[in-house]
C-alpha cells in the first residue's frame, strides 16, 4: 500500500487527533461519528464523510476504529450497512480500542472470510500524543496484514509492538490497564486513609517518592489528593470499563484475578456513587467517605 486510502470511525479525543496527524501527513481520509462537530472539523481540513460504514468499508483500503466498547465494534462490523457488509478483499480493519480479545477473534475470522485481514492495535499514552504521532501501539495479528499496515502506523506511534496473533494486542492492554488502574486506586486509598489517620498527605508523598513506590501514577494521584489537580486524562467509567474486560478475558482462559476483582469493586462503586465522569485519581473522594 503506497499510498492507501484510510476510513476512520470514531472521533473523540484521541481519534480526532488521530485523523488530525494523519492529515498533517498528506492523508484525506473518509471518516465517521455520531458527533457531527467532530466531524466537521476534520472535513474541513480535507477529510470526508462516509454515510454509512458499509460505504467507508468499500471504498477504503484501511479501516481504522477507535471506539468504546466491543459492544459497539460489533454493532458496526455486523450491521446490515456495516463493515462487513462492504469490506474490499486485501483491506485491513485495525482496532484501535480496547476490545475482549474473543470478541477480536471473533470479527478477525469473519472479516478473513471475505478476503479482508484485521490487525487490534491498542493505544498507550495521551491524545496529545496522538496528534504528534507519538503513541505506543501493542499489535496482535497475521505477520503479513502487520507488515501490509506497518508503514502507516510508524506515522501514528513512535513505539510500535507487535505482539502476535489477533487479539494479543488487546489482551496485553487490558493487562497494562489493570497494573496501572489497580496502582491509581490502590495510591488513592493510601492518600485517604493517611488522612483518616492524621497524616500530612503532601508528607506522606514526599516520603513514598523517594523510594520505590515512586512513579508517573504516584504523581497523578498526588495532584489531585493534595493539589486538587485533576490531570489524568481518564476516566473513572473507562477504568470500570476495561477492568471488567481484564476480569472477562481472565474467566474466558480458566482463571481467576482476586486483586483485579477488588480493583473492578471500588471502581463499581464509585460509578455508583455518580463519580464515573471524574479522572481515576478522583477515586479518592469516594474513599474518604468509606466508614465501617
Known amino acids: ?120 492495535a491498542a493505544l498507550g499514552r495521551t491524545p496529545a500524543h496522538a496528534k504528534d504521532g507519538l503513541l ?44 496501572g488502574m489497580t496502582t491509581v486506586t490502590a495510591m488513592s486509598q493510601a492518600f485517604a486513609v493517611a488522612d483518616r489517620a492524621g497524616i500530612d498527605r503532601q508528607q506522606l508523598f514526599d516520603i513514598m517518592s523517594t523510594g520505590p513506590s515512586s512513579s508517573p501514577f504516584m504523581k497523578f494521584c498526588k495532584n489531585y489528593a493534595v493539589d486538587g489537580v485533576s490531570d489524568l486524562g481518564f476516566s473513572i467509567a473507562n477504568a470500570n470499563k476495561d477492568l471488567g474486560y481484564f476480569l472477562a478475558m481472565v474467566d474466558n482462559l480458566g482463571t481467576r484475578a482476586p486483586i483485579a476483582e477488588g480493583t473492578s469493586a471500588h471502581l463499581q462503586a464509585a460509578v455508583d456513587a455518580g463519580m464515573g465522569n471524574g479522572n481515576v485519581p478522583e477515586i479518592f473522594d469516594y474513599f474518604l467517605t468509606l466508614g465501617k
Open 1 to 120: 500500500m503506497t499510498k492507501p486510502v484510510i476510513g476512520f470511525i470514531g472521533l473523540g479525543l484521541m481519534g480526532s487527533n488521530m485523523v488530525e496527524n494523519l492529515q498533517k501527513k498528506g492523508f484525506e481520509p473518509m471518516v465517521m461519528d455520531l458527533n457531527k462537530e467532530a466531524v466537521a472539523a476534520v472535513v474541513a481540513r480535507g477529510a470526508t464523510e462516509a454515510g454509512s460504514a458499509r460505504e467507508l468499508a468499500a471504498a477504503c483500503d484501511i479501516v481504522m476504529l477507535c471506539l468504546t466498547t466491543s459492544v459497539v465494534v460489533e454493532k458496526l462490523v455486523y450491521a446490515e450497512d456495516g463493515i462487513l457488509a462492504g469490506i474490499k478483499e486485501g483491506a485491513v480493519v485495525v482496532d484501535f480500542g480496547t476490545s475482549i480479545p474473543a470478541s477480536t477473534r471473533k470479527i478477525g475470522a469473519d472479516l478473513a472470510a471475505k478476503g479482508a485481514g484485521m490487525i487490534d
Open 136 to 179: 505506543n501501539i501493542m499489535v496482535g495479528g497475521d505477520k503479513a496484514t502487520f507488515d501490509k499496515v506497518q508503514p502507516v502506523l510508524a506515522m501514528q506511534g513512535e513505539n510500535i509492538f507487535y505482539l502476535g496473533a489477533l487479539g494479543a494486542g488487546h489482551t496485553t492492554k487490558l493487562i497494562n490497564n489493570y497494573i
